[in-house]
């Protein structure tokens, strides 16, 4: 192979990152980061705090302090308990908000949830509106009882894209909902199929290419992908400090180059989140739990804490 071609060996899976140090690495992630981001899933609960646990406008708008010199959108997860406030505050700041009414198994629930998506909808706090978040994953409600749903929205707020969130094959795999959806919102993780990191980004493309295949034109967006920092791993897939720092960079380096509108997750680790998924559940935060950014260099990072603190 001749010389001239080095530099095109891995480009398909990502940057060159192999050969460079922690200390290299971490000087790329803050590059890329100050960059700033198309979206980011915004992670409300701080240590003690589960979903269902009523939330503060002080602790949203503190967290919203901290992310928003990085990013242009951020998507929420519910329109109860405090929920709700995230994307007023997030106007406030000049953030574009992915609204998501979180359904399940709880038909009150699900009903106070659908009632404030249209409302914070009609007060001019969504961008786009997502019905569910992997409902049909996990069984929660029939294909019939979340296009319900979808139609209702869409009937009370027919200005607003509005669109399902799923793993990237259930576009695929149910065409009716596809069809309901304005927009097509995948979640795609490699990590989660047991990808190990050197081939990650080419298998990220590969949802992202079979969501745009099943959207028939419609626009498709990536609501979650991420890489878990500590934690057991799953087949291949191997969580680790350096290899959460190589996935952030190779998918924000492929959402820049290809004009790819993506939610990184998550901003800050959240440990309740151990109980549905292990202890990676922790670990999926570019923050951690007490709000400090963990793949900077470490003198840096202190730096920025103390300048933070000071501001606030």
């Given at each position: 192979?001749?010389?001239?071609?080095?530099?095109?060996?891995?480009?398909?899976?990502?940057?060159?990152?192999?050969?460079?140090?922690?200390?290299?690495?971490?000087?790329?992630f803050e590059k890329v980061l100050n960059r700033g981001m198309h979206g980011l899933c915004f992670s409300p609960y701080e240590e003690g705090q589960e979903p269902g646990a009523?939330?503060?406008?002080?602790?949203?708008?503190?967290?919203?302090?901290?992310?928003?010199?990085?990013?242009?959108?951020?998507?929420?997860?519910?329109?109860?308990?405090?929920?709700?406030?995230?994307?007023?505050?997030?106007?406030?700041?000049?953030?574009?908000?992915?609204?998501?009414?979180?359904?399940?198994?709880?038909?009150?629930?699900?009903?106070?949830?659908?009632?404030?998506?249209?409302?914070?909808?009609?007060?001019?706090?969504?961008?786009?509106?997502?019905?569910?978040?992997?409902?049909?994953?996990?069984?929660?409600?029939?294909?019939?009882?979340?296009?319900?749903?979808?139609?209702?929205?869409?009937?009370?707020?027919?200005?607003?894209?509005?669109?399902?969130?799923?793993?990237?094959?259930?576009?695929?795999?149910?065409?009716?909902?596809?069809?309901?959806?304005?927009?097509?919102?995948?979640?795609?993780?490699?990590?989660?199929?047991?990808?190990?990191?050197?081939?990650?980004?080419?298998?990220?493309?590969?949802?992202?290419?079979?969501?745009?295949?099943?959207?028939?034109?419609?626009?498709?967006?990536?609501?979650?992908?991420?890489?878990?920092?500590?934690?057991?791993?799953?087949?291949?897939?191997?969580?680790?400090?350096?290899?959460?720092?190589?996935y952030f960079i190779n998918g924000q380096n492929w959402s820049n180059e290809d004009q790819i509108e993506m939610f990184y997750f998550s901003s800050f680790d959240e440990s309740w989140k151990v109980g549905a998924e292990g202890d990676v559940g922790a670990y999926w935060g570019l923050w951690d739990k007490e709000?400090?950014?963990?793949?900077?260099?470490?003198?840096?990072?202190?730096?920025?804490?103390?300048?933070?603190?000071?501001?606030?």
């Amino acid at each position: 192979m001749s010389s001239g071609r080095n530099h095109k060996i891995m480009s398909l899976s990502g940057g060159n990152l192999d050969n460079k140090t922690t200390k290299g690495l971490q000087y790329v992630f803050e590059k890329v980061l100050n960059r700033g981001m198309h979206g980011l899933c915004f992670s409300p609960y701080e240590e003690g705090q589960e979903p269902g646990a009523q939330i503060t406008e002080e602790q949203i708008r503190r967290r919203m302090e901290i992310i928003k010199p990085y990013t242009k959108w951020i998507r929420s997860f519910s329109c109860t308990d405090g929920n709700e406030a995230i994307p007023r505050i997030a106007k406030e700041y000049g953030i574009k908000t992915l609204v998501g009414a979180w359904l399940g198994n709880d038909a009150e629930i699900n009903k106070k949830e659908i009632a404030g998506l249209i409302q914070l909808a009609k007060e001019g706090y969504v961008d786009i509106a997502a019905v569910g978040n992997e409902v049909m994953y996990r069984g929660d409600l029939t294909e019939d009882e979340l296009l319900d749903f979808m139609k209702e929205v869409k009937t009370a707020i027919p200005e607003v894209p509005m669109g399902y969130v799923d793993a990237y094959y259930e576009f695929t795999e149910r065409p009716k909902i596809t069809e309901a959806c304005d927009v097509i919102l995948a979640n795609c993780y490699p990590y989660w199929e047991g990808c190990s990191l050197e081939y990650s980004l080419l298998y990220m493309k590969d949802m992202f290419a079979q969501a745009t295949k099943a959207a028939n034109g419609k626009k498709v967006i990536i609501t979650e992908t991420g890489w878990p920092s500590q934690g057991e791993g799953l087949h291949g897939a191997l969580p680790s400090f350096e290899n959460a720092i190589k996935y952030f960079i190779n998918g924000q380096n492929w959402s820049n180059e290809d004009q790819i509108e993506m939610f990184y997750f998550s901003s800050f680790d959240e440990s309740w989140k151990v109980g549905a998924e292990g202890d990676v559940g922790a670990y999926w935060g570019l923050w951690d739990k007490e709000e400090n950014l963990k793949f900077c260099n470490q003198q840096t990072g202190l730096l920025r804490n103390r300048l933070f603190k000071k501001l606030i």
